[in-house]
């Protein structure tokens, strides 16, 4: 388990509104805090971001689970801020918006508005694909964390990824990028122009495919990957607390 207790999940209680806010494969929601404290002080809203199964203790855990465990994780935090709040916008960074993608569309009664944040959903460059096919179930492959422009930060990350959970990562993605028609809420889409990790085209994609009318794409000019973490993380704390005045009048 990570000892910095930035990589812990944690819970801003404010208004009626609510933000779900996920973070990325293989990270913890330290990736996310800035934003999450942020917003919360800027909106009053309420903030939970929740620590995804086989996250924040070892690579060796995270091999043991699959994609469903980490939607399960987003949907009981779904639930739990739902005790809390009648407006809910999902939202997550990477692997995070993925999800958030996914809960918005199984769950259009409980999400109001989605954002994605360089989410991912199934387009992936010829490097990336060839690792889907690994046969060694016992292989690992180098992280993928700390893709940040900023040289003065570091997202709290594990270093190796057993090669299951890139599978299970894969088909997430996947089935996630073909459900977009079915996706009807207002969505944020922000994407780094520069990103070492998720191929920007899937920006791009969402836009162009998901059955919502109410669309806005945002790019990133002076971040890569974490962008949460990186030089365009206070506009990525504006640009939601703007969704969120628009979704439920919560002052941004």
């Given at each position: ?10 819970f ?7 933000v779900?806010?996920?973070h ?8 996310v805090?800035?934003v ?6 800027a909106?009053g ?6 620590l995804l199964?086989?996250?924040?203790s ?16 987003a949907?009981e935090a779904l639930e ?6 009648g ?16 809960m ?20 992936y ?19 993928i ?9 570091r997202?709290?990350?594990?270093d190796?990824i057993?090669?299951?959970?890139i599978r299970e ?11 977009l028609?079915?996706?009807?809420q207002?969505?944020l ?6 990103d ?5 085209r899937n ?18 000019e002076?971040?890569f990957?974490v ?8 506009l ?6 703007t969704?969120?005045s628009?979704c ?5």
């Amino acid at each position: 388990m990570f000892s910095d207790p930035q990589a812990a999940p944690f819970f801003l209680p404010g208004s009626n509104t609510g933000v779900l806010l996920l973070h990325g494969f293989t990270s913890t929601p330290q990736s996310v805090r800035y934003v999450g404290e942020s917003l919360h002080s800027a909106s009053g809203a309420t903030v939970l971001a929740p620590l995804l199964k086989g996250h924040g203790s070892s690579p060796e855990d995270l091999g043991h689970t699959c994609f469903l465990d980490w939607l399960g994780s987003a949907e009981e935090a779904l639930e739990e801020l739902g005790k809390h709040c009648g407006t809910i916008v999902a939202a997550g960074l990477s692997l995070g918006g993925t999800l958030a993608l996914n809960m918005a569309i199984r769950h259009p009664d409980k999400v109001r508005a989605v954002t994605t944040i360089n989410g991912s959903t199934g387009l992936y460059s010829a490097e990336h694909a060839a690792k889907f096919l690994e046969t060694d179930s016992s292989s690992y492959f180098d992280g993928i964390g700390s893709d940040i422009r900023d040289e003065t930060a570091r997202e709290i990350c594990y270093d190796r990824i057993p090669a299951k959970a890139i599978r299970e990562r894969y088909f997430l993605t996947l089935s996630t990028g073909m459900m977009l028609p079915l996706l009807k809420q207002p969505i944020l889409i922000l994407q780094s122009r520069t990103d070492h990790v998720v191929d920007p085209r899937n920006a791009e994609r969402i836009a162009r495919e998901c059955g919502s009318t109410d669309i806005r794409l945002r790019w990133l000019e002076n971040s890569f990957h974490v962008a949460t973490l990186d030089h365009d993380k206070d506009l990525i704390v504006n640009e939601l607390a703007t969704l969120l005045s628009r979704c439920n009048g919560v002052a941004g």
